[in-house]
């Protein structure tokens, strides 16, 4: 009887034994397959400006399913560059796509951003290139850039803008002391060519296609590079990535920066294809006739020779008081890139 006593113990001893296994092993199961998907559920939030065409990158990855299983990636509107800025130093957001180059010098100027982040792509004028454009109302009697002497041009609510523009008409023609430049509502960029108050607009997409569409006449396409640059590539703005998220995960980075380089390949292949998916409401809902004629940006790397260009314009800033100092260069063109 007492031997029966053990036989059940035993059993009973033998049967926890293998069920606290059992539950072991499904806890490290478990827990092996939670850090497979943390692996693999990695997301990079990406800012991005839903209704601008300064990078158009985040769309197409977007629209064209061009995303990989190695990073997800969700995109996170900002309202401006000053938003997209305080995001991506929050942690809201770890990279930006398509900031203007005066918020970029901004951000730069010593003592420099607390969350350091580095460009991945650039947005360039090029001459004949219609991204950036100079547009002068149809019945101004404007039909080149000289002829805006004592004529009214607008620029973008910018410093720079107004800066560039200045500067492009000069280098055009026009007579120092007859330059008349003046800002417009970015929300409103054609409303002074519609009522006569403006002559020209100095100005990005889609309100130069918007512009051409209603009848006005294209001055110049690309009139950064060509005034004042030697029709040499601009860097107008600029797309950057968070440097601590790099060094935490420099494999996700380098698929990301990959499937843009896809993007930009469908959008140099396929422009129309792309210039469609503007037309959807979420990314600007613009009309069929004004999408057909979009300009897209012009994408470059960073290289020597865009690196040379902008210190030659970081160095005309600080000549005429736009700049209070010079930047440092490391982030806008580093040195693995």
């Known amino acids: 009887m007492a031997s029966g006593r053990m036989r059940e113990a035993f059993t009973f001893c033998v049967a926890a034994l293998l069920l606290g296994m059992s539950v072991f ?32 990158t985040p769309v197409v990855l977007q629209e064209a399913g061009l995303v990989r299983d190695a990073v997800k990636l969700e995109l996170v509107p900002v309202s401006s560059p000053a938003d997209g800025f305080t995001k991506l130093q929050t942690g809201e ?13 901004k951000q730069l100027a010593p003592p420099g951003p607390k969350r350091k982040f580095r460009v991945y792509y650039f947005q360039v004028d090029v001459n004949q290139e219609g991204w950036v454009s100079l547009v002068a109302r149809k019945d101004s009697g404007v039909t080149s850039v ?15 803008a107004e800066y560039l523009l200045r500067r492009i008409l000069v ?54 590079s060509h005034f004042l640059f030697n029709d040499k590539p601009v860097p107008v703005s600029a797309s950057v ?75 005309d800033l600080v000549r005429d008081g736009l700049l209070k100092e010079k930047i440092d260069m490391t982030p806008l063109f580093p040195a693995n890139n």
């Not at 800012?47 to 158009?56: C, E, F, N, S, T």
């Not at 000289?146 to 720079?160: E, F, I």
């Open 25 to 56: 092993s499904m806890v490290l199961l478990k827990g092996c397959s939670r850090t497979k998907d943390e692996k693999e559920s990695l997301v990079l939030h990406l800012g991005y400006r839903p209704k601008a065409l300064a990078d158009v």
């Open 146 to 160: 000289k002829d805006m002497a004592g004529k009214t041009a607008a620029s973008l609510a910018t410093d720079q």
């Open 241 to 315: 990535i968070a440097e601590d998220f790099l060094a935490s995960h420099p494999q996700a980075v380098s698929d990301f920066v990959a499937m843009v380089d896809d993007a930009v390949a469908i959008a140099q292949r396929e422009p129309q294809k792309v210039r469609g998916y503007f037309a959807k409401p979420q990314y600007g809902d613009i009309k069929p006739a004004v999408v057909e004629r979009l300009f897209l940006p012009v994408m470059a790397k960073p290289s020597d020779s865009l690196k040379e260009v902008t210190i030659q314009y970081m160095n």
């Open 171 to 224: 280098a055009g023609g026009v007579p120092a002391d007859q330059v008349q430049v003046i800002r417009y509502n970015p929300a409103t960029p054609l409303l002074g060519l519609r009522n006569g108050e403006h002559d020209a607009i100095f100005g990005l997409e889609p309100a130069i296609s918007e512009a051409i569409t209603e009848g006005h006449l294209l001055l110049w396409r690309g009139p950064v």
């Open 93 to 105: 957001i770890d990279a930006l796509a398509g900031m203007p180059m005066e918020a970029m010098f």
